[in-house]
């Protein structure tokens, strides 16, 4: 099963869950609970990117050089969302837009103490073409801000950075002025990081690489220049291993051509295929974190972190937190942080510094952004 499927699996059954026995909501629960939200969808097509244009020159010193000009054609730029989210706004942050279309990104579906108690959610689902790459994203909060509690799961698939995972955590929480301490624990379940399937192979099979290749229908045929026409290979001639896939198409003139253009896709489909086939792996791990709210007309402060620093595996490939990298943090320390700082130093003159940095299991998901913004009147 994949992690997409845990949403109906653990976000859904944990919504009817809180909304069944929650009190404030009463016999309205599903009305209250869709109040102000908003589903929409978009599609965005832009122009792709032009490359430059790209020339082949022949080698052969006996006969003409002939040089080919090569099309190099990108398909459009594309963009399509579809969600729905609930998310109250905190004083800072203004809707700058009549619509949603899928690619706001607030620091508000990060926190861990939102804006108002009750309910907040979001659901949004994207598939993304830029610069002939494509891939999906799709990110899913549920969360319930009580007294002295909060509850939250969560579902993020990045597939630019291959992070995916679902969350589910419940903390006890205690405001002292504007800070809001909070401590639990946390279930996450995600398929299994920290190995290389390919580098295992390559160990196991004395790193013969080409045999991984056949594995997947392409073949090797060896060619050489018969320069004396003796119909042998003479050690002076040249030769090389052509290669075809499984169309009988020829793909590369040479091994160096097709490990630099062919062979890294034959990897990306291996190492998928037998992650995949491990399965999902879950673990519990202690959190604590502490966000911290300010705000003034002239300037605010909103950061957060939530901390991970014990993990418990439950399943027989649970990522291995025991490794030490030379000069680099310890794996079992993990974090989801980020701080909003923004300042009006005049009437027309502002400043703003944003970010986020998630890291589990030792991929590094991040995002900064600073800026001056002058108004002229």
Do not use: C
Not at 124 to 148: I, Q
Not at 338 to 366: C, H, P
């Amino acid at each position: 099963m994949m992690v997409g499927e845990k949403i109906k699996n653990v976000l859904i059954p944990l919504m009817a869950t809180l909304l069944s026995t929650s009190p404030a909501l009463g016999e309205n629960a599903v009305t209250e609970f869709f109040k102000f939200s908003t589903i929409y969808s978009s599609v965005n097509i832009a122009s792709p990117f032009v490359a430059a244009d790209q020339y082949t020159v022949g080698s052969d010193r006996d006969e003409d050089i002939g040089v080919a000009d090569e099309e190099y054609t990108l398909r459009d730029n594309f963009n399509f969302a579809i969600g729905i989210r609930k998310l109250a706004r905190f004083d800072y942050e203004a809707k700058s837009k009549t619509f949603y279309d899928g690619s706001e990104n607030s620091g508000n579906e990060s926190v861990t103490i939102g804006a108002v108690s009750g309910w907040e959610y979001l659901y949004k689902y994207s598939e993304v073409r830029e610069f002939g790459e494509e891939y999906k994203d799709s990110e899913a909060f549920l969360r319930y801000l009580g007294n002295w509690f909060v509850l939250k799961g969560d579902y993020r698939n990045n597939g630019l950075i291959d992070l995916e995972y679902t969350q589910l955590s419940a903390r006890l929480k205690k405001q002292i002025g504007g800070f809001h301490f909070s401590a639990g624990g946390s279930y996450r379940n995600h398929p299994r990081y920290g190995v290389n399937p390919f580098f295992d192979w390559m160990k196991q099979n004395n790193e013969s690489w080409w045999e991984l290749a056949h594995n997947y229908g392409y073949q090797d045929r060896f060619w050489y220049n018969d320069g004396n026409w003796n119909q042998e290979w003479d050690p002076w001639e040249y030769s090389a291993y052509h290669w075809f896939n499984e169309d009988e198409e020829l793909v590369a003139e040479s091994d160096r051509e097709f490990l630099e253009h062919t062979f890294d896709g034959v990897i990306e489909d291996f190492n998928t295929s037998e992650i995949k086939a491990l399965g999902l792996q879950g673990e519990l791990s202690a959190v604590i974190g502490v966000d911290y709210y300010k705000y003034t007309p002239n300037w605010w402060l909103h950061s957060w972190v939530s901390v991970l620093p014990y993990h418990h595996g439950l399943s027989d490939f649970s990522f291995d937190y025991t490794e030490h990298p030379e000069d680099s943090i310890p794996l079992w320390l993990e974090w989801d942080a980020g701080a909003i700082l923004g300042f009006k130093m005049t009437d027309n003159l502002g400043f703003f510094v944003e970010g986020t940095n998630l890291r589990y299991w030792n991929i590094n998901s991040y995002e900064y952004k600073t800026g001056i913004n002058y108004m002229i009147f």
